[in-house]
């Protein structure tokens, strides 16, 4: 349910957004691979970490240059660090970007007359969409940050794929866990996205009966 208190977006920030965000979330799976890149090839290996320098840096740029741009015509001024914290959660920490997909599927709908899937299918595939970005993501960021840690339980790579899969279905088989404190902050960022992603799917199937 909306929010009734919440007034409407402006038309030229709706028409921005329609046109941007399935482009944008192109721009976050390039910044995505530029990222990958960089965690998982050795420092020397050129000139591939520097054309992945090259793709995170200008992406990360696009996306400074949409949230300033929705900040000016939302009118709203400091207000809208407030009512669009996730845009700015995601500025801030790009990998975060797969949470956007829920936008991104409300933009694609706008264009259609009638949905091509159902509702159950549509909440299905975006959610398993999202969760296989998000988990990928955070396998990186866990790898970058534990791989080279003292006592670390996540080695390669192999070993964050498999920490991100159990903790993202909150299963946790506990053999493997993030030691650092920027891996535990990811590690609860994922726990988050996992309890939430399981819990859209059946709420979202009882909306439509």
Do not use: K
Request: with cysteine; charged share 15%.
């Amino acid at each position: 349910m909306s929010d009734r208190t919440t007034p409407d977006p402006p038309a030229r920030l709706t028409r921005w957004e329609q046109r941007t965000e399935v482009p944008l979330f192109l721009a976050g799976l390039i910044f995505l691979t530029g990222y990958a890149v960089r965690v998982l090839t050795p420092h020397d290996a050129q000139p591939w970490n520097d054309i992945a320098l090259i793709l995170v840096w200008s992406t990360w740029l696009l996306f400074l240059v949409d949230y300033a741009t929705r900040l000016h015509l939302s009118g709203l001024g400091a207000r809208f660090l407030r009512t669009h914290w996730l845009d700015t959660v995601v500025l801030l920490l790009p990998l975060l970007r797969p949470l956007r997909m829920v936008q991104v599927y409300q933009v694609v709908q706008r264009r259609r007359d009638r949905p091509r899937l159902s509702l159950y299918a549509r909440v299905m595939s975006y959610a398993g969409l999202t969760a296989a970005l998000l988990g990928f993501a955070a396998s990186l960021a866990v790898y970058h940050f534990e791989r080279t840690a003292s006592g670390a339980s996540i080695r390669t790579f192999g070993d964050a794929v498999w920490w991100a899969c159990a903790t993202l279905t909150t299963v946790g088989y506990g053999d493997a866990a993030p030691v650092t404190f920027w891996g535990r902050v990811v590690a609860a960022g994922l726990m988050a996205g996992g309890l939430a992603l399981l819990g859209a799917v059946p709420s979202r199937w009882r909306c439509r009966w």
